[in-house]
């Protein structure tokens, strides 16, 4: 039997919009065909690998428990970095890695991939000095080249120069600071995009789908047993080749196939804050070490809003319940009054917060923050391939070793005779181009472009059609009503939480998650997918849940 995407296959999937009645259909592809390769996972790690192998010729299905990017995914810094602190590990490779795809990203992703300045202030009497500082940032420099794209060298400032470009860490017993680039991202927009573009390169992608046990051929892995969450309905999908990647949850999948294994990952909780940059000004993001343990961490700047984090803490509870604390919280504010005490950031000041679980890789005997964030590919005695740790800057690569590896595999149990070489690394991923959009104001129209590119027109489209859709749902942030509708429409967007969590950030940005807004957006979007009024009442509790656990601390 041929491996590639039968053409009917491709055409189908490429010509259907990314909708959740194509959710629906996909689910019936799934049960009907038999794919070279199943991906357990719908992170960025299995879409981007999904997104690879569908590009490469492969039939390909990706099944997700939840909504793309509900787990780490859309739980990161949002930062797109080569990772000046791994230079202090000595992790060469991790880094050299990661600037390059950085630099990938910035070309093939520039839409929503955008450069980011960063100060890294140095404090008399405290590592770093200024002069190992230098040094780290011309080490820095110099693995990126040929990764910078673009980005300007770093520079050291003196203090006097930096209270001019960065007011806001300006203190007495500053000694200067390090100014240079990384990048940042929406990472669950980045995510989606991934998912998106896999389902137009010919994978099956199904949402609300979870992998609930393993299908054997006698000891070989030859598929899965996967559970329609919306319905309950259990199907089994056949492939040649299954690939775990499940992130936080790669245990438990592993669990599904051999229970006593023991566990690849060291998991980590790192939680972040969501404050107003009116309460906390900052230019760039800051690189800020914590006065209780000088842990390293970054006020990021996003839109009107700066990002706090991330704490590292071992993590032994479910992925999916893993909340900023109390603790979390007091331990990152104090972090910012170390940085900044004249801005008294407390508690009142946080609109949100959430936390995500590192999946890392398990190695006995080190601290949390020095956990190698390199990644790795284990295959079981039963043939299941799995794939843990990395970073989201690095997914395309680890993708593509990944989807190397199950070749490897197909090429040796399934007889095939031809390598197919990886198509990703200069495939256009989100491009930005000239979009004007004049009867909208500047910052939504800057907003929409960014995040839907050439999309954006049916997004106007939709917007035009009905009274009151061009208008914001929250006063202040640039999101539209008429954006729900392209969710369920465009986005496979499920619930009310799917738009209001990743196609959005309402929830992070609005004060108590906008939740005064949540049925009538929740009768917006029951309208395309059909909810009755109880399903209706059970889409605004499931979010009113959600605001209530990001703001736990309180
Ligand atoms: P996930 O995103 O967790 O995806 C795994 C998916 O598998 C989940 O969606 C889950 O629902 C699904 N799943 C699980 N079990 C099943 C099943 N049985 N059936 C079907 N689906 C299943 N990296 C950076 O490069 N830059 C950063 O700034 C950065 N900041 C970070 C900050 C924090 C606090 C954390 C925690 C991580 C950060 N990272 C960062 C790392 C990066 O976010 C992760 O490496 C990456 O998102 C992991 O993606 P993943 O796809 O492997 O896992």
């Known amino acids: 039997m041929p491996i590639a995407t039968p053409s009917s296959m491709k055409d189908t999937s490429a010509s259907r919009p990314f909708s959740s009645a194509t959710r629906a259909e996909n689910l019936e592809w799934l049960a009907r065909e038999h794919f070279d390769i199943l991906i357990i996972g719908g992170g960025i790690t299995g879409c981007a690998a999904a997104r690879d192998a569908a590009m490469r010729g492969y039939r390909v299905a990706l099944v997700e428990k939840e909504d793309f990017a509900s787990g780490t995914s859309s739980r990161s810094s949002r930062l797109i970095h080569g990772g000046l602190r791994y230079l202090e590990h000595r992790q060469f490779g991790l880094v050299r890695e990661s600037v390059v795809e950085r630099a990938r990203l910035l070309r093939n992703a520039s839409r929503i991939v955008k450069p980011l300045s960063f100060v890294y202030p140095v404090y008399r009497r405290r590592y770093p000095r200024y002069a190992v500082l230098s040094i780290g940032l011309w080490l820095y420099d110099l693995m990126s080249i040929g990764g910078r794209r673009g980005l300007p060298r770093h520079r050291m400032l003196r203090a006097d120069h930096l209270a001019e470009v960065e007011p806001l860490v300006a203190a007495s017993h500053i000694a200067g600071a390090g100014y240079y680039y990384d990048a940042t991202t929406d990472d669950a927009r980045l995510t989606l995009l991934t998912a998106k573009a896999a389902h137009h390169a010919g994978a099956i992608v199904a949402n609300y789908a979870q992998a609930v046990g393993l299908l054997k051929a006698g000891s070989r892995i030859a598929g899965a047993h996967v559970r329609d969450v919306s319905s309950g309905h259990d199907l089994e999908v056949k492939a040649r080749v299954v690939v ?215 997004v106007v489209r939709i917007a035009g059609s009905t009274v009151g859709w061009t208008d914001p749902i929250v006063p202040g942030l640039p999101y539209l009503r008429a954006e729900a509708i392209y969710a369920a429409e465009h986005e496979m967007a499920v619930t009310l939480c799917d738009f209001l969590m990743r196609r959005t950030h309402i929830l992070h940005e609005a004060q108590d998650g906008a939740l005064l807004h949540a049925g009538a957006l929740a009768a917006d979007m029951g309208a395309i997918l059909g909810w009755d009024d109880e399903r209706m009442q059970r889409e605004v509790a499931e979010y009113e849940k959600q605001v209530m656990l990001a703001r736990a601390f309180r």
């Not at 984090?309 to 979390?328: F, I, K, L, S």
């Not at 006995?364 to 284990?378: D, F, K, L, Q």
């Not at 595999?409 to 031809?418: E, F, T, V, Y």
């Open 244 to 458: 775990n990647a499940a992130g936080p949850w790669v245990d438990r999948v592993l669990g599904l196939d051999a229970p006593s294994e023991r566990p690849v990952l060291r998991p980590t909780k790192g939680a972040h804050l969501v404050v107003p940059r009116a309460r906390l000004p900052i230019r760039s993001a800051i690189a800020v070490r914590s006065p209780r343990d000088r842990r390293a961490m970054f006020l990021v700047p996003w839109s009107d809003f700066a990002i706090v984090g991330t704490t590292d803490t071992d993590y032994d509870g479910r992925p999916e319940d893993a909340v900023a604390d109390r603790d979390d919280c007091a331990y990152l504010l104090e972090s910012v009054r170390g940085l900044a005490p004249e801005v008294r950031l407390d508690e009142a000041d946080v609109i949100s917060t959430y936390a995500g679980v590192r999946p890392l890789i398990a190695v006995e005997g080190r601290r949390p923050s020095s956990v190698s964030r390199e990644h790795a590919i284990v295959e079981s005695k039963s043939g299941l391939i799995t794939i843990a740790g990395g970073k989201l800057t690095t997914h395309r690569a680890m993708a593509e070793q990944l989807v190397d590896r199950v070749q490897d595999k197909l090429l040796r149990d399934s007889g095939i005779a031809r390598r197919l070489a990886c198509p990703t690394a200069n495939a256009p991923l989100a491009a930005s181009g000239d979009i004007a959009l004049p009867d909208l104001p500047e910052k939504t129209a800057a907003y929409l472009v960014e995040a839907y590119g050439a999309d954006v027109i049916e």
